[in-house]
Nanobody, 119 residues
Framework: QGQLVESGGGLVQAGGSLRLSCTIS????????MAWYRQAPGKTRELVAE???????NYADSVKGRFTISSDNAKNMLYLHMHSLKPEDTAVYYC?????????????WGQGTLVTVSS
């Protein structure tokens, strides 16, 4: 099993909500940033939301006001709360985390979870 494991994907109607979860098997306190990316069919992977150590969060313009990234360090979990879903949100969603080390950056990816939004 990988160090990042996503869950919570599925089929939802447009306008609906989903919560994606990412179980992180790395000390959350050692992480520099955590993020959610997505890749739609035929498209490149894109950043959806990220949270940086210290608490700031950034969102893609396409999801601002609809998606919220959050984490629970005590549970080693990262979440993506998605509301007002649109068909164009259909994609495989990936959890990402990285550590800044003296020798470089360690980057970790989950295996992805599919979100399908029907019109």
């Amino acid at each position: 099993q990988g160090q990042l494991v996503e869950s919570g994907g599925g089929l939802v109607q447009a306008g609906g909500s989903l919560r994606l979860s990412c179980t992180i098997s790395i000390s959350m306190y050692s992480l520099n940033s955590m993020a959610w990316y997505r890749q739609a069919p035929g498209k490149t992977r894109e950043l959806v939301a990220e949270t940086i150590s210290g608490g700031s969060a950034n969102y893609a313009d396409s999801v601002k006001g609809r998606f919220t990234i959050s984490s629970d360090n005590a549970k080693n979990m990262l979440y993506l709360h998605m509301h007002s879903l649109k068909p164009e949100d259909t994609a495989v969603y990936y959890c990402y985390a990285d550590q800044k080390m003296s020798t470089g950056t360690n980057a970790y990816w989950g295996q992805g979870t599919l979100v399908t939004v029907s019109s």
